[in-house]
């Protein structure tokens, strides 16, 4: 059973941080591929970022120079640090990572950008 919790969401005013952090626990052997999606309101989720366990990064174009993807392997971690937030960014972030060929998801943890 693998399980993915996230954390670090909430709400910040427009040119504000927040740090989204992603555990990855239960039988895992090696994690993959760990990525980022966000859904918001009456939209389709969409990928964030991705990193692949080498460290290859890539990002949605929308967030690109403001959002940075990174991961601690030995802890089976991913992180995405959001900085210059924009309203548009509110939304549900959702870890996931590939494990095996499978597909593992989190929660979801709001993330709310407004003055």
């Known amino acids: 059973q693998v399980q993915l919790v996230e954390s670090g969401g909430g709400l910040v005013q427009p040119g504000g941080s927040l740090r989204l952090s992603c555990a990855a626990s239960?039988?895992?052997?090696?994690?993959?591929?760990m990525a980022w999606y966000r859904q918001a309101p009456g939209k389709e989720r969409e990928l964030v970022a991705r990193?692949?366990?080498?460290?290859?990064?890539n990002y949605a174009d929308n967030v690109k120079g403001r959002f940075t993807v990174s991961r601690d392997n030995a802890e089976n971690t991913v992180y995405l640090q959001m900085n210059s937030l924009k309203p548009e960014d509110t939304a549900d972030y959702y870890c996931?990572?590939?494990?095996?060929?499978?597909?593992?998801w989190g929660q979801g943890t709001q993330v709310t950008v407004s003055s």
């Open positions: 990193i692949t366990i080498g460290g290859i990064t």
């Open positions: 239960g039988s895992i052997f090696r994690v993959n591929t």
């Open positions: 996931n990572a590939l494990i095996l060929g499978i597909s593992y």
